[in-house]
Structure formats: structure tokens, C-alpha cells
């Protein structure tokens, strides 16, 4: 079946450690891809997107991603994490590229952040 | 100010009663979304709109009812028939132009049942 898995449901990094939330998807074309960052009880904010081109992309806050079309992952990361990075983060697709706009989200990851 | 607006935040809802979410937007966007959010299961896909007096349904709209009569405004109604309401939902637009592909999202509502 189709799907967009984020394979860890909660991690714990020291502040100033580096961070990777995995994201894999199982959609066969080159999809769009999206990272959306949520604070406890608000809406969801876009991190980065990936359309096409280089496939290293940069986002606010000090993020980046990078598409790997053969292992069909979208990777999110950060070199040194703050505290104000805790809060839980999405994974989403596109499948069809824009010709839709429907969205499939993964399940998130939730991210503690320790002193 | 710009954005897109849900109320309320916090809706209550008795047994055997309708409740309908505000989403209005003033961004001029033409795609409208709703989607439920229950814990460890990510955002579903209830109902979407691409354009006024035109809606579709998504992945769990069974128990929901939507209307799209004006382009600022996407209402969603969850009917008596939705056994399981207590979620938080989430309203979104689509970008134009240059941003025609990526969601926006509101603020939420958190719904209970009573």
C-alpha cells in the first residue's frame, strides 16, 4: 500500500547535538515532498519542501533535507539542535507532483529536547 | 493581517449533535482543506475544495459535511453520525503563483465530546 513512514515516533537530543528525523515513502513517481514542523496545540508550519532539482534542500530554522530517490527517503536534519526545536514534526507527500494537491502525512516524530 | 482563521479553538460537542468549525481565510487562495489529527496517526484527509461551490471528499469524510459558497469561507459540520469526533482538526489553503503547491495551515480546533 501506499504510505509515508517516519519510523521513530519519539526522540530525545542534547541541545547542540545534531538531529535526523527519517521519512521514507513507498510512491513510485517522483512526488513532492514536505517537512511541516507542529507546537503543541497549533496549526503546522512548512519547514522545507522538495519539487525537483538539487536534492539538498534548506529550510527556515536551520533545517535541511535531502531526497534520496533510490532509497525513496526524505531525511530532515540539523547540525545543532536548540531547545526551542521541541515540538513534533511531519513527513508529507504529494504523489502525483501537484496534479492533485492531496497530501499523505506520516504519523510524526515527536522531539524532546535535554539541557 | 493575513492568515487563515479557525474558530473556535475548544468546541464541545453533546451526543446526537451537530457542531460546525469556522475556517475563513483572507488570503485569496482558491483550495480549501479540512483534516483530522488524532494522536499517533498523523493528519487524514476529510473534505477539499478546489474552487467555490465545489467540493470533494477525502480519505474519512463518512459523518462530515462540508459547504463552499464563498471563496474566503469552508465550513465543516461533524453530524451526529461521526461516533468518534474527539480530534483536533485542522484547516488549510493551497498556495497560488509560485506557492500554488504548497498547504497553509490554521490554528486548529481541539473537539470533545461531552
Known amino acids: 500500500a501506499q504510505s509515508v513512514t517516519q519510523p521513530d515516533i519519539h526522540i530525545t537530543v542534547s541541545e547542540g547535538a545534531s538531529l535526523e528525523l527519517r521519512c521514507n515513502y513507498s510512491y513510485g513517481a517522483t512526488p513532492y515532498l514536505f517537512w511541516y514542523v507542529q507546537s503543541p496545540g497549533q496549526g503546522l508550519q512548512l519547514l522545507l519542501k522538495y519539487f525537483s532539482g538539487d536534492t539538498l534542500v534548506q529550510g527556515i530554522k536551520g533545517f535541511e533535507a535531502e531526497f534520496k530517490r533510490s532509497q525513496s527517503s526524505f531525511n530532515l536534519r540539523k547540525p545543532s539542535v536548540h531547545w526551542s526545536d521541541a515540538a513534533e514534526y511531519f513527513c508529507a507527500v504529494d504523489p502525483y507532483g501537484g496534479a492533485t494537491n492531496k497530501l499523505i502525512f506520516g504519523t510524526g516524530t515527536l522531539l524532546a529536547v535535554q539541557p | 493581517d493575513g492568515g487563515i482563521t479557525q474558530s473556535p479553538k475548544y468546541l464541545f460537542r453533546k451526543e446526537g449533535q451537530n457542531v460546525t468549525l469556522s475556517c475563513e481565510q483572507n488570503?485569496?487562495?482558491?483550495?480549501m482543506y479540512w483534516y483530522r489529527q488524532d494522536p499517533g496517526q498523523g493528519l487524514r484527509l476529510i473534505y477539499y475544495s478546489q474552487i467555490v461551490n465545489d467540493f470533494q471528499k477525502g480519505d474519512i469524510a463518512e459523518g462530515y459535511s462540508v459547504s463552499r459558497e464563498k471563496k474566503e469561507s469552508f465550513p465543516l459540520t461533524v453530524t451526529s453520525a461521526q461516533k468518534n469526533p474527539t480530534a483536533f482538526y485542522l484547516c488549510?489553503?493551497?498556495?497560488?503563483?509560485?506557492?500554488?503547491?504548497?498547504?497553509?495551515f490554521g490554528a486548529g480546533t481541539r473537539l470533545s465530546v461531552l
Open positions: 488570503l485569496n487562495h482558491d483550495a
Open positions: 488549510a489553503t493551497r498556495g497560488s503563483g509560485g506557492y500554488k503547491n504548497i498547504q497553509y
